[in-house]
């Protein structure tokens, strides 16, 4: 079991950045892919971005591919999405996510993840 809880979140003009951070309790933080992801008013959940365990592969969705990066620190359990250049329709209520099963290639589907933050809001103005 693990719980996870998003920050960061904050009003942005349109150009600017942010900094998402995702603490997680409990002491298998290391062996879950994490992701991110966003859902706006009237909209589906949709992908946005994941890292597996090691850092050492990466997803991304089309539309934040070269302005989102998604990091992680093991120790003490932390999953940031550092977002720049960010436009109106980066706004959402974005959450982090967990996946706790073994799996080679991330997902990018919300049916797979296990674990769910309560999300923060991101709101860009034009």
């Known amino acids: 079991q693990v719980q996870l809880v998003e920050s960061g979140g904050g009003l942005v003009q349109a150009g600017g950045s942010l900094r998402l951070s995702c603490a997680a309790s409990g002491r298998t933080f290391s062996s879950y892919v994490m992701g991110w992801f966003r859902q706006a008013p009237g909209k589906e959940r949709e992908f946005v971005a994941a890292?597996?365990?090691?850092?050492?592969?990466?997803r991304y969705a089309d539309a934040v591919k070269g302005r989102f990066t998604i990091s992680r620190d093991n120790a003490p359990g932390t999953v940031y999405l550092q977002m720049t250049s960010l436009k109106p329709e980066d706004t959402a209520v974005y959450f982090c996510?967990?996946?706790?099963?073994?799996?080679?290639?991330?997902?990018?589907?919300?049916?797979?993840?296990?674990?769910w933050g309560q999300g923060t809001q991101v709101t860009v103005s034009s």
């Open positions: 890292i597996n365990r090691n850092s050492g592969s990466q």
């Open positions: 996510a967990a996946e706790a099963r073994f799996v080679v290639v991330i997902s990018t589907q919300a049916r797979d993840y296990d674990y």
